[in-house]
């Protein structure tokens, strides 16, 4: 395995109120907190301003100014302001339908700018209900005059929708929904991607996105914090998937249960925007709360022509006690894979050459942004290869479409991705979408009908996730299932990077 070192520091759980779960390898360490009240004022004042008695993270001082309180600690209820809701078209009908019944059939939101709805899961099918989930969300949209309605209408040709955007969370930050310092949720597990921002974003249900619909607020309990430093010079074989993949490896699917987990480090701050989306994408299946990377200058310049908002971001304090604390030196690590049914059952991609595989899957919301996509044409490149396996290509949205098909791929000679995957025999890109990463109605693009075994870029690799429930799914990075494409088998993309 890759070489990696872990500390860890917890907090009494006598102290605090809840239990902590060690790493046999772990040194554990308790540290007595003398005092976690602020003291008792007529006006309590946001934890931006004044002295603070505690050092919090970045997650409590984020949930404690959306309260309005001065200081927060772990397991604590509060009342927070939302900052933005999202939701699409497999949860939007429902979470306005109980807003309806909870606030009244004539009720109005609470902020028609702060509410965005994005059509992306079932989108390009002939399945009546899956179309008319997105007709419902056209007429409450319509009804309720919302701002940010990403719509589609002429399911046959996306581009003749300038309004549609695509998958949500890679769309949320191209659009500028993604601010540091705020709140926002979504009715979509992996809302988390956002937290790449330095934002509390966290997916909710939809008795609770109805409820936010009508007031804006939301009751949340305070999560412990992880802290994961990760050092070291990035081989360029790795993507930031290889960092996930190795974090839910070493943790398991339940090791954040209800946690954030927070990213920092040498090489996290060496990472593009939407490498850091990858990280914090997947903390979900690990079980994490929230996801959160300090916002620094790489997220400002992104940020500059997407938002014209004011933002002030937050930072852990020095102080700030985390509920355990994982190092990892990246420059040792090598590609990885997660095997069938878990994206915890952590495996080298070099220990499954003998996998044959049937198909590869490149898109999601985890691995379908556009650097994705330029990171499995410069393996197609240096190959010079066909594909021996379909090779599957779903762009995450309409922008990323686009930079198919218009950006040079670096060291092509000005080619583009989508010249690239031509020549290498992969299918042609598909209409911009959540395609079959969740399998989907029986027509969905790509979606597995037959029990085969499929190298993919998305998230979850358990039994029918993306169609048939015998299907076999190895999660792994562009680079890893772009080589995968190329032998037919489970490769290790050193063999055509290096």
Same mark, same amino acid.
């Given at each position: 395995?890759?070489?990696?070192?872990?500390?860890?520091?917890?907090?009494?759980?006598?102290?605090?109120?809840?239990?902590?779960?060690? @790493?046999?390898?772990?040194?554990? *360490?308790?540290?007595?907190?003398?005092? /976690?009240?602020? @003291?008792?004022?007529?006006?309590?004042?946001?934890?931006?301003?004044?002295?603070?008695?505690?050092?919090?993270?970045?997650? =409590?001082?984020?949930?404690?100014?959306?309260?309005?309180?001065?200081?927060?600690?772990?397991?604590?209820?509060? #009342?927070?302001?939302?900052?933005?809701?999202?939701?699409?078209?497999? !949860?939007?009908?429902?979470?306005?339908?109980?807003?309806?019944? =909870?606030?009244?059939?004539?009720?109005?939101? #609470?902020?028609?700018? +702060?509410?965005?709805?994005? &059509?992306?899961?079932? *989108?390009?099918?002939?399945?009546?209900?899956?179309?008319?989930?997105?007709?419902?969300?056209?007429?409450? !949209?319509?009804?309720?005059? $919302?701002?940010?309605?990403?719509?589609?209408?002429?399911?046959?040709?996306?581009?003749?929708? @300038?309004?549609? +955007?695509?998958?949500?969370?890679?769309?949320?930050?191209? =659009?500028?929904?993604?601010? &540091?310092?705020?709140?926002?949720?979504?009715?979509?597990?992996?809302? !988390?991607?956002?937290?790449?921002?330095?934002?509390?974003?966290?997916?909710?249900?939809?008795?609770?996105?109805?409820?936010?619909?009508?007031?804006?607020?939301?009751?949340?309990?305070?999560?412990?914090?992880?802290?994961?430093?990760?050092?070291?010079?990035?081989?360029?074989?790795?993507?930031?998937?290889?960092?996930?993949?190795?974090? $839910?490896?070493?943790?398991?699917?339940?090791?954040?249960?209800?946690?954030?987990?927070?990213?920092?480090?040498?090489?996290?701050?060496?990472?593009?925007? =939407?490498?850091?989306?990858?990280?914090?994408?997947?903390?979900?299946?690990?079980? %994490?709360?929230? %996801?959160?990377?300090?916002?620094?200058?790489?997220?400002? +310049?992104?940020?500059?022509?997407?938002?014209?908002? @004011?933002?002030?971001?937050?930072?852990?304090?020095?102080?700030?006690?985390?509920?355990?604390?994982?190092?990892?030196?990246?420059?040792?690590?090598? &590609?990885?894979?997660?095997?069938?049914?878990? &994206?915890?059952?952590?495996?080298?991609?070099?220990?499954?050459?003998?996998?044959?595989?049937?198909?590869?899957?490149?898109?999601?919301?985890?691995?379908?942004?556009?650097?994705?996509?330029?990171?499995?044409?410069?393996?197609?490149?240096?190959?010079?290869?066909? /594909?021996?396996?379909?090779?599957?290509?779903?762009?995450?949205?309409?922008?990323? #479409?686009?930079?198919?098909?218009?950006?040079?791929?670096?060291?092509?000679?000005?080619?583009?991705?989508?010249?690239?995957?031509?020549?290498?025999?992969?299918?042609?890109?598909?209409?911009?979408?959540? %395609?079959?990463?969740?399998?989907?109605?029986?027509?969905?693009?790509?979606?597995?009908?037959?029990?085969?075994?499929?190298?993919?870029?998305?998230?979850?690799?358990?039994?029918?996730?993306?169609?048939?429930?015998?299907?076999?799914?190895?999660?792994?990075?562009?680079?890893?299932?772009?080589?995968?494409?190329?032998? %037919?088998?489970?490769?290790?993309?050193?063999?055509?990077?290096?």
């Amino acid at each position: 395995m890759a070489s990696f070192a872990i500390s860890s520091s917890f907090i009494n759980q006598e102290d605090v109120g809840f239990r902590c779960f060690t @790493p046999k390898c772990c040194k554990r *360490i308790s540290k007595r907190i003398v005092s /976690v009240m602020a @003291p008792q004022q007529s006006q309590r004042t946001p934890s931006t301003t004044g002295s603070v008695k505690t050092g919090m993270t970045m997650t =409590e001082k984020i949930l404690a100014r959306a309260s309005e309180k001065s200081q927060l600690r772990p397991g604590e209820n509060v #009342w927070v302001d939302v900052d933005i809701l999202m939701t699409h078209d497999v !949860c939007g009908p429902s979470s306005f339908d109980v807003f309806k019944k =909870e606030f009244g059939q004539n009720a109005k939101v #609470w902020d028609r700018e +702060k509410i965005v709805i994005i &059509p992306d899961h079932y *989108i390009f099918t002939k399945d009546e209900r899956a179309n008319r989930n997105v007709d419902i969300l056209r007429d409450y !949209c319509t009804e309720q005059d $919302i701002k940010y309605f990403y719509d589609i209408k002429d399911l046959g040709n996306f581009k003749a929708n @300038p309004d549609y +955007k695509g998958v949500c969370h890679v769309a949320l930050a191209q =659009e500028g929904h993604c601010r &540091p310092g705020e709140v926002l949720l979504g009715t979509d597990s992996h809302t !988390c991607t956002a937290g790449a921002f330095g934002q509390f974003a966290t997916g909710i249900g939809i008795t609770d996105a109805g409820f936010v619909l009508g007031t804006g607020k939301l009751l949340l309990k305070v999560p412990p914090t992880l802290r994961f430093v990760m050092d070291g010079e990035m081989p360029d074989y790795l993507l930031a998937k290889d960092l996930i993949l190795q974090i $839910i490896g070493e943790i398991s699917v339940s090791g954040a249960t209800y946690k954030s987990m927070e990213f920092v480090g040498s090489t996290v701050e060496s990472l593009s925007m =939407e490498e850091r989306m990858t990280l914090c994408n997947m903390v979900i299946e690990a079980g %994490g709360k929230n %996801g959160v990377i300090p916002a620094d200058a790489t997220t400002y +310049k992104y940020l500059e022509d997407k938002t014209s908002l @004011p933002y002030e971001p937050l930072y852990s304090d020095e102080q700030a006690r985390f509920l355990s604390e994982y190092r990892f030196d990246i420059s040792k690590l090598e &590609p990885l894979v997660a095997k069938p049914h878990s &994206p915890d059952n952590r495996a080298l991609a070099r220990e499954c050459k003998d996998v044959k595989i049937d198909r590869v899957y490149i898109g999601s919301c985890t691995g379908g942004k556009t650097e994705d996509f330029i990171a499995a044409a410069k393996v197609f490149l240096a190959s010079g290869k066909k /594909v021996k396996v379909p090779t599957f290509l779903v762009p995450a949205t309409q922008k990323v #479409w686009i930079d198919v098909y218009s950006l040079p791929v670096p060291g092509s000679g000005g080619k583009t991705c989508s010249q690239i995957f031509e020549e290498a025999g992969c299918d042609t890109p598909a209409s911009p979408n959540c %395609g079959a990463c969740l399998g989907g109605p029986k027509d969905t693009y790509a979606r597995m009908n037959e029990a085969q075994v499929c190298v993919s870029t998305t998230n979850r690799n358990f039994h029918g996730r993306m169609g048939h429930k015998d299907g076999q799914i190895y999660l792994a990075s562009p680079y890893t299932a772009a080589a995968s494409a190329l032998t %037919g088998y489970v490769a290790d993309p050193r063999e055509f990077l290096q």
